[in-house]
């Protein structure tokens, strides 16, 4: 049994419904148990030629499947909320299901990098982790979130959902 920490992000359509559906399949997955979840946020596009803000969230869960096969599943729950995957530049998507943290594992293969190679980096990673695991260590870079956090140089707005102006 693992803890797992999946960051949730919408920016299509009806962002916090996807949100809400996806921690709704996730939980109704065998070998899947939510633990609790953070606060909704709004945040900018990242890296994106997009103007549409994304609802982000990040969920706490406990899991018996290895690695791979949770990154299946979340897969096939962005298929079944009707993500689109095209290949090239970041697009608009009703729903992307990133795994943050897999446990205390590090795992670099074609398919799965985790930690993800850039929660570090993301402020809508890192501020719902700060809610749910300021003090817990960054596997790889032997960094609590609350550190990660105060380090971003350059972090993305990020405000908690329904206080954007
Ligand atoms: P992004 O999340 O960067 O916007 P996608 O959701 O389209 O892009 O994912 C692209 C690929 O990233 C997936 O096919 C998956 O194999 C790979 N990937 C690598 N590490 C992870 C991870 N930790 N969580 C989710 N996907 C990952
Ligand atoms: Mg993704």
């Given at each position: 049994m693992a803890i797992v920490y999946l960051s949730l992000g919408s920016n299509l359509e009806d962002r916090v419904g996807y949100i809400q559906q996806a921690t709704s399949l996730l939980g109704g997955t065998d070998g899947v148990t939510i633990v609790r979840t953070s606060a909704f946020y709004e945040s900018e596009p990242v890296e994106m030629n997009s103007e549409n803000?994304?609802?982000n969230a990040v969920v706490e869960a406990k899991t018996t499947l290895p690695p791979q096969h949770l990154l299946e599943q979340c897969q096939r729950?962005?298929?079944q909320l009707g993500r689109?995957?095209?290949s090239g530049d970041y697009q608009d998507r009703t729903i992307d299901i990133d795994i943050l943290l897999y446990g205390k594992e590090v795992i670099d293969t074609d398919t799965l990098t985790v930690p993800h190679n850039k929660m570090h980096q993301r402020a809508f990673a890192l501020v719902p982790l700060l809610?749910?695991?300021?003090?817990?260590l960054h596997p790889k870079l032997q960094k609590?979130?609350?550190?990660?956090?105060?380090?971003?140089a350059n972090p993305e707005i990020i405000l908690l959902y329904g206080t954007r102006g």
């Open positions: 803000w994304f609802v729950i962005e298929r689109k995957s095209k809610e749910l695991i300021p003090d817990t609590t979130m609350s550190d990660l956090h105060e380090e971003l």
